[in-house]
């Protein structure tokens, strides 16, 4: 069964910095490109970064670049996100998410498959 | 960037009916786009991809349409469980996979 479960949130002061986590299992993590996604409060879903299986290609949203960073250990089936400089439109409960891409004979596709519960990170003084 | 915009924002319904949710992009993207279900305080769930491709263990009441700009989520007979938030979201524009805002459906 595929498991993805997030750790690391909290409550922090803004300026300050967080690293979130996510264990995998259940697959074999390599094999997948893996993304942060948030959601701040009532509000919809935002893509935050996302990372291929081997780290050599790297994306970020403008609204977190050169802030955040995002990095995975393959060996301990994990992936992090390290936030730094947090503001509070930074809240949110932040979802990491396998990213599925292939092909069959309808053509290309691209999705999120499964994700986890998710972490929440509030931002106040 | 790609926009995605949903419509209705919100709808009400009856057990039963059928439902169809649009998601308009803001430019053409072939058939590169998804449909996801959120139940409150749970996390989302694919429900179709590549526009009109049944997610594995989705039931078939759930069917999507739609190429270049324009798609359809269709529920053809709601159940009680699909009274949820449903999002598109366009995996056309590497990497950026907006998202639409969310179209929130509840019972009338």
């Known amino acids: 069964e595929v498991q993805l479960v997030e750790s690391g949130g909290g409550l922090v002061q803004p300026g300050r910095s967080l690293r979130l986590s996510c264990a995998a299992s259940?697959?074999?993590?390599?094999?997948?490109?893996m993304h942060w996604v948030r959601q701040a409060p009532g509000k919809g879903l935002e893509w935050v970064s996302g990372?291929?299986?081997?780290?050599?290609?790297?994306n970020y949203a403008d609204s977190v670049k050169g802030r955040f960073t995002i990095s995975r250990d393959n060996a301990k089936n994990s992936l992090y996100l390290q936030m730094n400089s947090l503001r509070a439109e930074d809240t949110a409960l932040y979802y990491c998410?396998?990213?599925?891409?292939?092909?069959?004979?309808?053509?290309?596709?691209?999705?999120?498959?499964?994700w986890g519960q998710g972490t929440l990170v509030t931002v106040s003084s | 960037d790609i926009q995605m915009t949903q419509s209705p924002s919100s709808l009400s319904a009856s057990v039963g009916d059928r439902v169809t949710i649009t998601c308009r992009a803001s430019?053409?993207?072939?058939?590169?786009l998804n449909w996801y279900q959120q139940r409150p305080g749970k996390a989302p769930k694919l429900l179709i991809y590549?526009?009109?491709s049944l997610q594995s263990g989705v039931p078939s009441r759930f069917s999507g349409s739609g190429s270049g700009t324009e798609f359809t989520l269709t529920i053809s007979s709601l159940q009680p469980e699909d009274f949820a938030t449903y999002y598109c979201?366009?995996?056309?524009?590497?990497?950026?996979?907006?998202f639409g805002r969310g179209t929130k459906l509840d019972i009338k």
């Open positions: 998410a396998r990213w599925v891409q292939g092909s069959d004979s309808s053509g290309y596709y691209l999705y999120f498959d499964y």
């Open positions: 259940g697959f074999t993590f390599d094999d997948y490109a």
């Open positions: 990372i291929s299986w081997n780290s050599g290609n790297i």
């Open positions: 430019q053409s993207i072939s058939r590169y």
């Open positions: 590549a526009a009109s």
């Open positions: 979201q366009e995996s056309y524009s590497n990497p950026r996979y907006t």
